[in-house]
């Protein structure tokens, strides 16, 4: 046991109390975590920036506005109702239309508008959300997934975690749903997580529950190599959430739409570390190398370019990093 955990941190991977006290507690000041937290927040301040997000069609915040529910919904091209303050996939119900006085999910299950209402419910009392308080539902645009994934993707959507620092992307994964995950690019789910080359947006390796995999589990489609389009304009959109929330360290998560291009999904200021199984990289020398740049005042363009040159640092033997329970 200690001589693996002396390899692990030899070969830069850091734990949850690292990034906690190191990252985490340094870098994101309280007062600006709400502008994560709250997804509804983080659309309001997106805008502005000129960094694109689903389409909001209407919250629901108590049994009023949920009245208006049905308006909410009528979208034959289907929707998406998530808590605004959830974490990790929990409690989002994604429809992709009507279905027999129904709708159908992103799963191919039915859904009956008492049931729809009943999830809100749990949503606005806080059952989904951070530390259990009272929330709103957000009903928003459904994100038609690029065919580019299709062939390692089980239904639902896709999504590009990239991890920021001071501005800077310093990692990045590919998240593919998965039957087991009920097509959310949830890893805690059991989705399916792929390691990216910062500078050039290709896959490299992948991972399930931790272990290494080849082949999407699903779809038996290689998993390597796949270009991740308007990759640039991924890394844009992360570097500029550094001034958007004030925050220094961050996962961004895009969603590429098929008629739209690529999406802010949501934010989160505490993103976690299996990122590095995915690339089968520690993080800590990249994080290092970008906390060691400073605090200069640098531009998202020119920070995106120095993301590129950090992706090589202080690589390490993929067999140095073992997956949980190997």
Sequence with gaps: ML???KALRANGVI?????NVKYVNALNPRKFLVRVDDKFLTKELAAPAGIPTPELYGVIKDARDMKRLPEFIDHPDGFVIKPAQGSQGKGIIVVDGPLKGGWRLSSGRRIDLDTMKFQINNMLSGMYSLGGQPDKALIEYRVKFD???G??????VPDIRVIV???IPVFGMLR??????DGKANLHKGGVGCGIDLATGRTMRAMQHDQFIDIHPDTAHPLEDIQTPYWDDILLMAAK???VTGLGYLGVDVVLDRDKGPMLLELNARPGISIQIANRKG?????????ALGDEARTPEARIEIAKTLSDAAPVKPAMIEPAGA
């Design 3 to 5: 001589n693996t955990f």
């Design 15 to 19: 734990g949850i109390n690292e990034r």
């Design 147 to 149: 065919d580019v994934f």
């Design 151 to 156: 062939k390692v993707s089980y239904r639902g």
């Design 165 to 167: 620092v001071k501005g």
């Design 176 to 181: 593919l749903p998965t039957a087991e995950s």
């Design 241 to 243: 959430c550094y001034e």
């Design 283 to 291: 993080l800590r020398y990249v994080l290092e190398k970008a906390m």
